[in-house]
Every structure is written in structure tokens, then in C-alpha cells.
């Protein structure tokens, strides 16, 4: 009976640990993904910016 409970223990202890490893690759990943969203909408907004820009340039007078 006890070496099943040490058994049982042991799982138990094994468990909490790979759920606290995994817990931290989630955060890892989740502040790798707010990275790449805040630096996408930078990129959008800098195309954006350079889109409306041409728009607004007089072509050369030689045109």
C-alpha cells in the first residue's frame, strides 16, 4: 500500500512540475505573439503613412 502511495506521490509531484513548465511556455508565447501584433500594426500604419503620401505628391513638371 505505501509504495502505491509513493508511486501516486511521485506522479503527483511529476505533474505539478510539466504544468508550471508549460504554464511558462505559454507566457513565453503569448508575449512573443503581443510582440509580433504591436510590430505588424507599426508596420500597417507605416505602409498606410506611405500610401497616402504618394498620393498627395505632384508629379515632376516634366510630366
Not at 26 to 41: A, C, G, P, V, Y
Amino acid at each position: 500500500m505505501d509504495s502505491r502511495i509513493e508511486v501516486l506521490e511521485t506522479k503527483s509531484v511529476y505533474q505539478e512540475r510539466l504544468i508550471q513548465e508549460l504554464n511558462e511556455v505559454i507566457i513565453r508565447q503569448q508575449n512573443q505573439i503581443d510582440f509580433i501584433e504591436k510590430t505588424l500594426s507599426q508596420m500597417r500604419n507605416d505602409v498606410q503613412g506611405q500610401t497616402h503620401g504618394s498620393e498627395q505628391e505632384v508629379p515632376p513638371p516634366h510630366y
